[in-house]
């Protein structure tokens, strides 16, 4: 099909929509690291991750090998109220940057939760409903997450209990508004709910919490509490697995166009927008039938791929969760509050984690107001206000563009724009108002939290 | 096709968007009573509203014959950014409310406006920018007319001046910001700026505005400032003509899977979104081709329809506009500081009061607490976070489906769901916590009102 029929948006029709989801770790050669007991430093089993997970859910985070898994049609009813998402060819963005690249951005921001993470959240909710369950914890950093479980909970009458990061709950007490108004409650972490909460507080009182901390403190109500299980919205293999529409789904509306990206980008904080948007791609990759270059984008303030280690860590501050090997810049990194972009997490994706140590993917940061300056642009050009963890991969895939300008190269962009900015104004004010600033932590800092790890073979 | 075969959402592809406006007033056989010089009480000439408006939206807005005027192709290449919108079918609603009704609503909310404002704001920025001026200035109440502007003046490269009503601009900093980022300038009103703010001000200090208030500033600033003109997001002939797009593209869609609606519903403040939507249906039945039933839903803190009253007055409280012929409420009205729903406009749309008048319309006021219980409602079924105005039409379209639940009726109903409700949510605060109540002007209040309208044959 010729270039000028290409329209502003592709979507796909409700027949063409995933009905299965592909399960990237089939066909890797070398597979994630499993999640280890942190007790026992073995494997953790079915049995074990049963206290924490749902049965169906656990299933999915230990398979390796089942490339596809069916989606239930309760699912994928609830997918056609917000989905299929448009994949959008960034016209004026290429005219605005006099570019030759040809730029396309999947935009998972129209729905309520204002992200990608709903996804995963009714997949999640839904197995809890089936089996039997009252309801489930989770933590939520910028809110995103937090929301869009609200939302499934509701739609399938089940209990949800949101602990959100301290800093983010007086940031955006408005995010708080919206998951009451889907029945969910919600508690700033670290709290005195929980015994973790507790011993957070007393050893760093006045803290502004972390997505570590929130962790220990969902996961714990969920243990000591009957019929809760605890749901998480990134970095888990189950929830690549469900996240990996947004790539099925590109690559669908790319494919009837005929169109090969060169370059996908995904901004990177557990990596659950990433993981799910290259999934497919990486597949063909993996399989040697297409080459793509991947490039996770993450914050320069916390630098987990760039700047990180290798190693088996803890998923959560208060070291209740399984170990999860992955770059990681220790559970007890906690970036600069001043940083106001999102993903703040301390590590990363183990199956994105082991992509790019076997060379498969790579990774850049991007400083906090370069990634503002990034949104502002894109939000005048392209009419969409994005979120600011969105930004980090607009931040990228402008630059990319302005490289083609440079070079004439006329390669082909994807990224994933994987929310809106509607409830982050308080940063976006703060950038207009030039209180923003870029703090990187040093290498001394870095240094600390490495020595920290725990030693694992 | 059978109608199991309607998709949960039904989208236009690009070549099937309008590429005309429809203009109502063609078809009607009483045409909306003319403007009136405020002085000498005769019809508004074209050269007098050119001092306020711009060449191009002067001819639009007098011409009463012209059934369709063309989109400019730079309008329809900005409207292919954000629409066209979908026509959803309400699946879930329908089910949970165990109706036979089928319901269908015009989601207009999935732009960064967050409403259809932003179908009239690009075509406003447009002629303004082709007359070669520097900028224009306008009110908003809400936010959303203002958000839409700074969007399409951005985009444009036009300067952009908003007055905000004042309990708008305190309740919703963030609407500010959003403005701001799209590089507005906004001012509280009433304000210092203007004489007539000033007199407002000084006979009604600590007064939290209103729409009539801020349309006086934003004219007056206008009208002594070289190379700006005025810009209004609704009540206009104008803006009705820009909005048709919504109907146009809901006709469209219904037409493709062979569905006729039996009843149309829309908010109506100034009449914007209820005029675009109903208008090629209202149409058919001007022409004879069709009937529908149309229900226009207010506020009954501000009924303009269901207790004001048909007749020439002010479209602003500063009485520097001209006179329009509308269902109203007087100028001075302003409703109740605790009515959060929006729709606060004392005064409606000419040709909405042209067909109300003529019996071709209906109308219904309901109450606050009651629009934000079918908000909750909608929001847990339908996965979407309504605007409060756009809730008044979800509160009468849900009532009209249990209303055929009990006759057995398979009514189809059609309604705009014109907006999200992302910056409103210290009004769903309210709502939550028992804070909202339903104040209803009584009948001396505003019988006193009603005396002062101006004494036009």
Redesign the interface.
Known sequence: MSENKI???I?L??KEMPTAWYNLRADMKNKPAPLLNPGTHQPMTAEELGGVFCEELVKQELDNDTAYFDIPEDIR?FY???RPSPLVRA??LEEKLKTPAKIYYKFEG???S?SHKLNSAIAQAYYAKKQGLKGVTTETGAGQWGTALS?AC??LGLDCKVYMVKCSYEQK??RR??M????ASVTPSPSMETEVGKKILAEHPGTTGSLGCAISEAVEKAVTNEGYRYVLGSVLNQVLLHQSVIGLEAKTALDKYGIKPDVIIGCAGGGSNLGGLIAPFMGEKLRGEADYQFIAVEPASCPSFTRGTYAYDFCDTGMVCPLAKMYTLGSDFIPSANHAGGLRYHGMSSILSQLYNDGLMEAISVKQTDVFEAA?YF???????PAPESSHAIRAAIDEAVKCRETGEEKTILFGLTG?G??D??A??KF?DGQMDDYIPTDEELAKYRAMLPKID
């Open positions: 329209p502003y948006k979507y029709e409700e009813n056609k109220m917000y016209y004026c129209n729905n309520t204002g939302m509701s739609y007490p408005f508004e919206v009451r108004t889907y029945g502002e939000a005048r050009v392209e009419g969409i206000l809106t509607y409830f104004m308080v976006y004010e207009h």
